[in-house]
């Protein structure tokens, strides 16, 4: 009876009904391809979660266009490759390469980007708001997909390598992922990856995965 009373909270936090469990860090390629643009460059996260700015290629000095700014300009480098931006409350946090962005009709356009923190709602600005989690993360292969997100949307996990090329695109049903659903993943090499959740065709957040030998 002690181990089960024990072992319940424990199942309770390890199946996501804490979602601080399943917080993680959402990258963002500064630079892809070779590219003025941050990729994707409209994601919405989860509040706990953190957002990695990761360099690619070319020089983007990188502003917080918030009202009250949430970091310092930064430029990232093959020296200093990626800025962590952590602990951002619910909201919305438009940013702008410097160089690369300006103004149009009162609104900066080219380069820019926004973060999304969801709230305790369905949506943020009337957009649907969905989490998807691998999780163990580091893993060595046998990894189980979770998406937070009642159905009504076509929803697609994306696996892409470290220079952008998609490895996997498997269909998701947030009725069968809900409570997880096991993906293998042994078949690839051990390193860095990148997996994407696509709602309706479009990019919402991206996250990093690596995976072990």
């Given at each position: 009876?002690?181990?089960?009373?024990?072992?319940?909270?424990?199942?309770?936090?390890?199946l996501?009904?804490?979602t601080?469990?399943?917080?993680?860090?959402?990258?963002?390629?500064?630079?892809?391809?070779?590219?003025?643009?941050?990729?994707?460059?409209?994601?919405?996260?989860?509040?706990?979660?953190?957002?990695?700015?990761t360099?690619?290629?070319?020089?983007?000095?990188?502003k917080?266009?918030?009202?009250s700014?949430?970091?310092?300009?930064?430029?990232?480098s093959?020296?200093?490759?990626?800025k962590?931006?952590p602990?951002?409350?619910?909201?919305?946090?438009?940013?702008?390469?410097?160089p690369?962005?300006?103004?149009?009709?009162?609104?900066?356009?080219g380069?820019v980007g926004?973060?999304r923190v969801?709230?305790?709602?369905?949506?943020?600005d009337?957009?649907?708001?969905?989490?998807?989690?691998?999780y163990?993360?580091?893993?060595?292969?046998?990894?189980?997909?979770?998406?937070?997100?009642?159905a009504?949307?076509?929803?697609?996990?994306?696996?892409?390598?470290?220079i952008?090329?998609?490895?996997?695109?498997?269909?998701?049903?947030?009725?069968?992922t809900?409570s997880?659903?096991?993906l293998?993943?042994?078949?690839?090499?051990?390193?860095?990856?990148?997996?994407?959740?696509?709602?309706?065709?479009?990019?919402?957040?991206?996250?990093?995965?690596?995976?072990?030998?």
């Open positions: 009876m002690i181990f089960f009373t024990r072992l319940v909270p424990l199942l309770t936090l390890f996501g009904l804490n601080a469990v399943f917080a993680a860090d959402v990258v963002v390629l500064v630079g892809a391809n070779g590219t003025n643009s941050f990729s994707p460059a409209d994601v919405t996260i989860a509040p706990g979660d953190a957002v990695v700015f360099w690619v290629s070319g020089t983007h000095p990188t917080s266009e918030s009202s700014p949430v970091w310092a300009t930064f430029t990232l093959a020296s200093e490759p990626t962590r931006i602990d951002l409350t619910p909201g919305i946090y438009p940013y702008r390469c410097l690369h962005s300006f103004l149009s009709n009162g609104q900066y356009v380069m926004v973060i969801a709230v305790a709602s369905a949506t943020v009337g957009r649907p708001t969905a989490t998807l989690n691998l163990p993360n580091p893993s060595r292969g046998q990894v189980t997909v979770l998406l937070n997100q009642k009504g949307a076509d929803y697609k996990l994306r696996l892409s390598n470290i952008g090329q998609e490895i996997r695109s498997i269909a998701l049903k947030p009725e069968l809900s997880g659903l096991p293998d993943l042994s078949d690839l090499r051990a390193g860095v990856y990148f997996y994407s959740l696509l709602v309706d065709g479009k990019v919402t957040t991206t996250r990093r995965l690596i995976l072990q030998n």
